[in-house]
Structures are given as structure tokens and as C-alpha cells.
């Protein structure tokens, strides 16, 4: 199972068994980390699963559809690592992944 390692808006590091399958936002959010609200469940309508992507897992991650981007155009956090958690699959490549958690708008 892949292990991906999130550090939360206060700074603490947390390391995430995360199914394959499944999203960033999901093992986020069934670990019960703080700061990850998920409001929409992931279905990329509303942007409350902001991550910052360490810059050498960008290419890893994925590419941004063009829905993800308009959705984190409206946050004043977004910038070159920003990515959807809910739009980032897990999958073995993904083993290290590590990703922070976007402060609040």
C-alpha cells in the first residue's frame, strides 16, 4: 500500500497508508488530519481540498484538468504546486508522495 506523507497548515507531518484507488483527499480525510474540509466529497465542485505538492512529485501527481484549475483560480493560497486533492489517484507510483495541507482561504 502506498505511503504518502502530509504535513497539515501547523506544520506536523503525518505518514498515510492510502489505498490505491482511491484520492489524496481521501486518505486525508478518512485519517482525520485537520485543515482538509472536502465539502463537495470530492466530486471537484468546491476547492476545500487544497494541497501544495512537493515540487518533485508534480509530474508524478498528474495533470490538472482545466475544471481543477478555474476551481483553484478562486484561491488566494494557489500557486505552482497546487493541485486538488480530490483529483490526485492514488496508485504504487504515488509510494512518498508528499503533499501539504492549504491553509483556508
Same mark, same amino acid.
Given at each position: 500500500?502506498?505511503?504518502?506523507?502530509?504535513?497539515?497548515?501547523? %506544520?506536523?507531518?503525518?505518514?498515510?497508508?492510502?489505498?490505491?484507488?482511491?484520492?489524496?483527499?481521501?486518505?486525508?480525510?478518512?485519517?482525520?488530519?485537520?485543515?482538509?474540509?472536502?465539502?463537495? %466529497?470530492?466530486?471537484?465542485?468546491?476547492?476545500?481540498?487544497?494541497?501544495?505538492?512537493?515540487? %518533485?512529485?508534480?509530474?508524478?501527481?498528474?495533470?490538472?484538468?482545466?475544471?481543477?484549475?478555474?476551481?483553484?483560480?478562486?484561491?488566494?493560497?494557489?500557486?505552482?504546486?497546487?493541485?486538488? %486533492?480530490?483529483?490526485?489517484?492514488?496508485?504504487?507510483?504515488?509510494?512518498?508522495?508528499?503533499?501539504?495541507?492549504?491553509?483556508?482561504?
Amino acid at each position: 500500500m502506498p505511503q504518502i506523507f502530509v504535513t497539515t497548515a501547523k %506544520g506536523e507531518t503525518h505518514t498515510l497508508n492510502a489505498e490505491p484507488g482511491t484520492t489524496v483527499m481521501m486518505a486525508i480525510r478518512d485519517a482525520g488530519l485537520e485543515g482538509l474540509l472536502a465539502l463537495c %466529497g470530492g466530486v471537484c465542485s468546491c476547492a476545500t481540498c487544497h494541497v501544495h505538492v512537493d515540487p %518533485g512529485w508534480m509530474a508524478a501527481a498528474g495533470e490538472m484538468s482545466e475544471d481543477e484549475s478555474e476551481l483553484l483560480d478562486g484561491s488566494m493560497r494557489r500557486n505552482e504546486h497546487s493541485r486538488l %486533492g480530490c483529483q490526485i489517484l492514488i496508485t504504487s507510483k504515488l509510494d512518498g508522495l508528499r503533499v501539504t495541507i492549504a491553509d483556508e482561504d
